[in-house]
């Protein structure tokens, strides 16, 4: 196999993102073997970020929109000009796939020209391969950039959106024409089976989003809280935060005392907010905002469990961070959730949607002797240690990367 240096390009929609970090740690691994990666991203740069790293990390990324449409519009008439075989192809491929999209056709022509730009980035830098984070429009512009000549490509799937809207995604021809697809869990590669023909299977593989040694091996030095349970995600409705404060009313319904922590922020978290009011919950719910990874290490470390009571999902990072923190979990029969989590072992499963169950598992979670708790928390920390390792993962990933190189 060459031992030339790997130079690939990510491209992400933005970048970074505070509820994205494990596509910083993904790069950063590959990067420790010896993968030259370039940070690509449409969008991002003015964001509010909490976390030092994710602040350095903006710093090295390029921004297709950062310097307005002018930019843009120099790209597409100079593809158009040089390549215009390659610029028809691609036009046709926007139109097509924005059929049965969400987005109108506009929207996708935006795409050619963002490819359009890319792509003059790859060929000046002589990258050959694109990876894309997400099978949404990150997986169509690199596709774009395929056909216009610029590098092949492949993507990440993580779900849920790229599970709820197959169709309007048209996920199945983007894994068609990809070099190879990455799930990040067994579920997820089983969906992306349902959208391409056998023949297509083989280029599906699983690479699972991996935890940094540093985020679990410092010594915890924070003292756990008797009573007390963490909520660790964005406040949207995939989460389940507002049915997680119906759960906890039910418990001080019961006269239990606990206190809840969610920990994030989102477009959900007014919503949240007076339902907690409402149910006057004031004084056992407390949401922090966005926290950086090392506040959202002691918030779990704090907390005796952590709690996710997810509606829809791929497979969540932060019960692998909870796990390698050894605390145990609750969630949901969701998605790859069951791949992590197993029940009387590593924490508590319920399904979905249920509040009575879930107040029900809270008190259960509540009631377990600490010495049990330390039991489950060892046996996840082993869990993600054999399979949610950042280096092994990268390593599996940089070995795709250089196969790609290495038949072109």
Request: net charge neutral; aromatic share 6%.
């Amino acid at each position: 196999m060459s031992s030339a240096p790997l130079r690939v390009a990510y491209l992400v929609n933005q970048y970074p993102k505070v509820s994205h970090s494990f596509v910083r740690r993904e790069i950063q691994a590959l990067e420790r073997h010896g993968v030259e990666v370039h940070r690509i991203a449409i969008r991002g740069w003015h964001d509010d970020l909490v976390d030092e790293d994710d602040r350095r990390e903006r710093d090295r990324t390029r921004y297709v929109l950062q310097d307005g449409a002018l930019p843009l519009i120099g790209a597409l008439l100079s593809a158009a000009f040089w390549h215009p075989l390659r610029m028809v192809s691609a036009i046709a491929s926007a139109v097509r796939l924005s059929r049965g999209s969400d987005r109108p056709l506009w929207v996708h022509f935006i795409y050619v020209a963002e490819a359009c730009r890319v792509t003059a980035w790859l060929r000046k830098d002589s990258i050959r391969h694109v990876h894309a984070h997400f099978g949404t429009n990150p997986a169509e512009i690199a596709l774009l950039i395929q056909l216009l000549g610029g590098a092949s490509y492949s993507f990440t799937v993580h779900g849920p959106e790229e599970f709820d809207k197959p169709m309007a995604l048209h996920l199945g021809e983007k894994i068609r024409r990809a070099r190879f697809v990455i799930a990040v869990s067994s579920f997820g590669s089983s969906q992306l089976r349902r959208w391409v023909e056998l023949e297509h299977w083989p280029k599906i593989e699983v690479v699972r989003c991996g935890i940094e040694r540093s985020f679990h091996e410092a010594a915890p030095t924070t003292t756990v809280t008797a009573d007390r349970l963490v909520c660790v995600g964005r406040l949207c409705e995939q989460k389940g935060q507002l049915l997680l404060v119906a759960a906890a009313a039910e418990l001080m319904k019961r006269g239990r005392t606990f206190e809840l922590i969610l920990a994030g922020d989102g477009e959900l978290r007014p919503q949240i907010q007076s339902l907690i009011s409402e149910r006057g919950l004031e004084r056992q719910i407390r949401i922090t905002g966005w926290l950086s990874s090392s506040q959202v290490r002691d918030e779990i470390l704090r907390s005796r469990a952590m709690v996710l009571p997810s509606f829809a999902e791929g497979l969540p990072v932060v019960i692998m961070e909870a796990m390698a923190l050894r605390r145990p979990v609750l969630s949901t029969y969701v998605a790859g959730i069951p791949e992590l989590v197993q029940p009387g072992r590593t924490g508590w499963l319920v399904p979905a949607g249920d509040f009575l169950l879930l107040a029900d598992a809270m008190a259960a979670v509540l009631d377990t002797p600490e010495s049990e708790l330390a039991a489950m928390g060892s046996a996840g920390y082993v869990e993600v240690l054999r399979n949610h390792s950042a280096d092994i993962e990268a390593k599996k990933l940089s070995e795709l990367f250089r196969c790609v190189m290495s038949a072109d």
